[in-house]
């Protein structure tokens, strides 16, 4: 680990961080405070009207208590989407932008390995996506609490919330070993952004319909188990593999700039 | 001590493009111009010595060590990139800053000298300031940690008169200093005021590696005949039939040591008017550049 470009990429993504968490905020508030336990909520008669809608983005069923209600119209669509985006941004900042430019130079040319500044990078790149992730959760639950005393189930959200940090973790992973991989910061940026999006929307594909099951082999987002991490059925090995997954490829793309070559 | 041996290295980047073959010692104290047309390969020679990339053949040895990814070397080294990049939205202060923290340095003393000597600005933001600014902030991180060596990849461009001389000072300091230095640039004169020697770069490969004095020895004499008669130029362009005539004119480059015949022949066909002077070293180089394309 490098202290002074630790610092660096700290302080000059803080900013992003904030602005994730902030929209973050503001949909957990309008979904939480949509949760109505008494009255046949309004949320939930959309999504009968609505049905496939609902189901691309991951909401399906009516939701009948307040964790299953955040799981399903939170966990399975929005804290998926931002965070990533935080998270191909961050990719594109802490390592493309630096190697396009050429600027990577002085990095090289400081008396640091190529590991201690690379695993630096990776090390913000993954610590800012669970930062988020807590905060979120922690905000959230606190808000629940304040607004439904009694009614959130914070150990079902907590595995859930873990589930999430694996299925990033993976999403990280393939994120920073593209942009490890290559030079040109079209092709580092735009691999891993291509995929994972891709990822998501054959998720949304295969949720529409059960015509589309067979799309649920093909994308690593049906390892999250929202569902089953939630009741504690299930899902955990799921996660494993998602966490392991993200961790050799981001070993992948470390050892890959190690040993490329740059100009710089 | 050599600090630096370059033995056969060879980048191939296709199309004829890439160093080929170079092999090249600096000795310790040694102040090496590297020269070249754009397009010849000094980048990618000093990328090589950084060891920012790998030689497709040969071995590159800074201070005894391969340089790839060898944080020990970089602590030795002041580098200048040929491309003035920086990360970030910083201003140049922040910047300096930075890089002397990645480096271990503590005291900015020496930083703040060079900012004085080059007359630096540092609140402006990087982004906002113009190349030659750029370029003195560039200068001041290679020179900051007090490095042995220094690599510079075209150190003046950008620079105002001005500051190429403080620029030329600083490097005569170093030099006095024992510090080992290489600086690439495609311009003769700054080679010849800034360095002991110069190897010559064209299309890949190092066609000459010569101390200056020699490299001056070597130029050629360049003679301006003006002859009584056209006759006269006529009978003097079959003995030196690589003149050139224009009318009673003649036109002629000899080496140093046949420049006493010269002079002797034209006398006796009668001299009206006759220049003579050493080829500039621009000359040298443009011989070297298009002997090879001939």
């Known amino acids: 680990m490098v202290k002074h470009l630790l610092a660096r990429s700290v302080r000059s993504n803080l900013g992003l961080l904030g602005i994730i968490l902030a929209v973050l905020a503001m949909y957990g508030g309008i979904i939480v405070t949509m949760y109505d336990p008494e009255l046949g909520d309004t949320l939930n008669s959309m999504a009968a009207a609505m049905p496939e809608l609902f189901a691309a983005f991951g909401m399906a069923g009516t939701p009948a208590t307040l964790t299953e209600f955040l799981v399903n119209y939170l966990y399975g669509f929005l804290l998926l989407v931002f965070p990533l985006v935080m998270s191909i941004l961050l990719a594109n900042r802490l390592v493309a932008s630096y190697v396009d430019s050429g600027a990577v130079a002085y990095l090289l040319a400081s008396p640091h390995s190529r590991a201690a500044i690379i695993a630096t990078q990776a090390v913000v790149h993954i610590v800012s996506n669970w930062i988020c992730l807590a905060i979120f959760y922690g905000g959230c639950s606190a808000f629940c609490e304040m607004m439904f005393p009694g009614e959130l189930d914070w150990t079902a959200l907590a595995r859930v919330t873990l589930g999430l940090a694996a299925m990033h973790f993976f999403f990280g992973g393939l994120l920073f070993a593209s942009v490890c991989i290559f030079n040109d910061a079209k092709p580092a940026v735009g691999v891993g952004t291509s995929l994972t999006v891709l990822f998501l929307l054959i998720q949304m594909a295969e949720q529409v319909s059960d015509k589309f099951d067979w799309l649920q082999y093909l994308t690593p987002v049906t390892l999250y188990r929202t569902t089953e991490l939630m009741e504690g059925t299930g899902g955990v090995w799921q996660a494993c593999v998602l966490a392991g997954a993200g961790f050799v490829m981001y070993l992948a793309g470390g050892i890959i700039f190690c040993r490329k070559d740059i100009s710089a | ?294």
Not at chain 2, 20 to 33: E, K, P, R
Not at chain 2, 58 to 87: M, N, S, W
Not at chain 2, 180 to 192: A, K, M, P, R, Y
């Open chain 2, 1 to 294: 001590m050599n600090v630096m041996e370059l033995r056969g290295v060879t980048k191939d980047y296709g199309r004829g493009r890439g160093v080929f073959d170079l092999s090249l010692t600096i000795a310790q104290g040694d102040s090496l111009g590297y020269l070249g047309p754009n397009g010849a390969g000094k980048t990618t020679t000093i990328r090589q010595m950084m060891g920012f990339t790998r030689p497709g053949k040969g071995t590159v040895r800074v201070f005894g060590k391969d340089p790839f990814g060898c944080a020990e070397v970089q602590k030795r080294i002041g580098y200048l990139p040929g491309e003035t990049a920086f990360p970030g939205d910083m201003t140049g202060d922040a910047f300096l800053r930075f890089v002397a923290g990645l480096k271990g340095v503590r005291d900015m003393k020496r930083a703040n000298e060079l900012r004085e000597r080059f007359e630096l600005d540092g609140r402006t933001r990087l982004k906002k300031m113009s190349k030659g600014t750029r370029q003195k902030v560039a200068l001041i991180c290679a020179f900051l940690h007090d490095p042995e060596l220094y690599l510079l990849d075209e150190p003046t461009s950008g620079l105002d008169p001005l500051m190429q001389h403080r620029f030329a000072e600083l490097v005569a300091e170093e030099r006095g200093r024992g510090k080992t230095i290489l600086l690439s640039s495609h311009l003769f004169e700054e080679i010849e005021r800034l360095c002991g020697r110069a190897a010559i770069l064209r299309a890949g490969r190092i066609v000459a590696c010569e101390q200056m004095e020699e490299m001056q020895k070597s130029r050629s004499r360049i003679f301006h005949i003006v002859f009584h008669a056209e006759d006269a130029a006529e009978a003097f362009l079959r003995v030196f039939p690589a003149a050139q005539r224009q009318e009673k004119e003649i036109f002629l480059t000899v080496p140093q040591t046949d420049a006493e015949r010269v002079l002797r022949l034209a006398v006796t066909y009668g001299v009206e008017d006759l220049t003579v002077r050493a080829q500039t070293l621009e000359e040298l180089f443009l011989h070297y550049y298009d002997g090879g394309q001939a």
